[in-house]
């Protein structure tokens, strides 16, 4: 990849952006393949979640195209919050969280789990884990190149 | 950063920078088609392999599909059968209700259809208990036309209002008071769950979800279900 006029160190950041997006894409399709062609509807929760994850994949290409380091200041916010609403999800769905603050009454019950792989790995995990690897991701990409 | 750009291109046509930025946009263009076609690839995938579960529990297990309890139209010979569960609040059942009359009418003695009961409203169980009772009086087509052709005014924005169901199927000749007993008995209720059940198993989870001799819906449209019926006809007549 790295070319010489252009710095190495930039180059790998733009990888890491790179794979932020990848990773997005692949969380965007993968919630409308569950809900679109499986036919799981989405909770309230899970709304949520897609309102901050979706908007990361028409963001990040114009942080790529041409790199912006500070691409970090419009896409951290976004998978910070959206890492915040997985966890409690996830936490909600363990039992940790009292029904009572539970914010979906009607329609679709958050605690509802409608997929399970190897055991554990359930869709607000994997949300959880996306947003958590795309925050890292962002941060790790800022902080190698100052600028 | 830009500046920098500029200036790189005004050395040379081939700048090494932009050769690096060029195999950039190439990987971002190919992640893109790459995975928006393993997206589409799953669903076909998904999709026929569900149709092939569903199609195979028809023949197994018919049951499932069908209920002794299951309201029913058409020629009890028509070897095209259409199972639909419904909503009575939902406005996309009631829009879909036309079509398929239509499609039977089209073709007549050809074509059963089976109503399931779905109520995923809030409230509408009551509506299908209403549903249930005027079928035991053998009333349930009026009523459902009547339900249907009222829905605005009883389940304005989708918030079912089943009281108010009782304005519009007053002119139906139904036996109230044997309504009401037959609304509230057990025997309805188990109707229910077990339509709701049923729905379950067969991952009906929207309405109105059809199944035409067993095969679901292979994407949400009316051409879809035209398009399943006239298969259905022509590999039975």
Same mark, same amino acid.
């Given at each position: 990849m790295s070319m010489n006029s252009s710095p190495p160190e930039q180059n @790998?950041?733009?990888?890491?952006?790179? %794979?932020?997006?990848?990773?997005?894409?692949? @969380?965007?399709?993968?919630?409308?393949?569950?809900?679109?062609?499986?036919?799981h509807p989405p909770c309230v929760l899970c709304w949520y979640?897609?309102?901050?994850?979706? +908007?990361?994949?028409?963001? $990040? +290409? %114009?942080?790529?195209?041409?790199?912006?380091?500070?691409?970090?200041?419009? @896409? $951290?916010?976004?998978?910070l919050l959206g890492l915040l609403i997985a966890v409690f999800h996830l936490l909600l769905v363990a039992g940790y969280i009292p029904e009572s603050i539970k914010p979906c009454v009607?329609?679709?019950?958050?605690?509802?789990?409608?997929?399970?792989?190897?055991?554990?790995?359930?869709? +607000?995990?994997?949300? @959880? %884990?996306?947003? $958590?690897l795309i925050s890292a991701l962002l941060v790790l990409s800022h902080r190698r190149s100052p600028m | 950063m830009?500046?920098?750009?500029?200036e790189v291109r005004q *050395?040379?046509?081939?700048?090494?920078?932009?050769?690096?930025?060029?195999?950039?946009?190439?990987?971002?263009?190919?992640?893109?088609?790459?995975?928006?076609?393993?997206f589409a690839a799953g669903a076909l995938v998904y999709k026929n392999q569900k149709a092939n579960e569903a199609a195979q529990t028809y023949q197994r297990n018919k049951a499932t599909f069908v209920r002794e309890h299951s309201p029913v139209f058409g020629s009890p010979g028509a070897k095209v059968e259409i199972v639909e569960f419904l909503d009575p609040a939902c406005e996309t059942c009631k829009q879909f209700y036309p079509l398929v009359k239509k499609l039977m009418a089209a073709n007549p003695e050809r074509i059963r259809l089976y109503v399931r009961y779905a109520p995923f409203h809030n409230g509408s169980d009551q509506v299908v208990k209403i549903l249930e009772a005027a079928h035991k009086?053998?009333?349930?087509?009026? *009523?459902?036309?009547?339900?249907?052709?009222?829905q605005a005014s009883w389940a304005p924005n989708h918030r079912p209002q089943p009281q108010l169901v009782w304005n519009h199927i007053g002119g139906l000749g139904l036996d109230i008071a044997r309504l009401n007993q037959d609304m509230n008995a057990p025997e309805t209720e188990r109707v229910i769950q077990?339509?709701?059940?049923?729905?379950? *198993?067969?991952?009906? *989870?929207?309405?109105?979800?059809?199944?035409?001799?067993?095969?679901?819906?292979p994407s949400f449209g009316a051409?879809?279900?035209?398009?399943?019926?006239?298969?259905?006809?022509?590999?039975?007549?």
């Open positions: @790998a950041d733009w990888t890491l952006v790179f %794979a932020c997006w990848l990773l997005a894409s692949v @969380a965007t399709l993968g919630s409308l393949f569950f809900s679109e062609v499986m036919g979640q897609r309102i901050c994850m979706y +908007p990361l994949v028409l963001i $990040l +290409p %114009a942080g790529l195209f041409p790199f912006d380091r500070n691409i970090l200041r419009y @896409a $951290l916010p976004l998978s009607q329609g679709i019950p958050c605690t509802e789990v409608q997929i399970v792989w190897f055991g554990f790995v359930t869709i +607000p995990l994997l949300s @959880a %884990a996306s947003f $958590l | 830009k500046r920098k750009a500029r *050395t040379g046509p081939v700048a090494p920078q932009q050769k690096s930025k060029g195999k950039q946009k190439q990987l971002f263009v190919f992640a893109v088609v790459f995975l928006l076609l393993v009086q053998g009333k349930f087509w009026e *009523t459902l036309d009547a339900v249907f052709a009222a077990q339509d709701l059940a049923d729905a379950k *198993t067969l991952n009906v *989870t929207m309405t109105p979800e059809f199944f035409v001799n067993g095969r679901p819906l051409e879809q279900l035209q398009e399943l019926v006239r298969d259905a006809l022509a590999a039975a007549y």
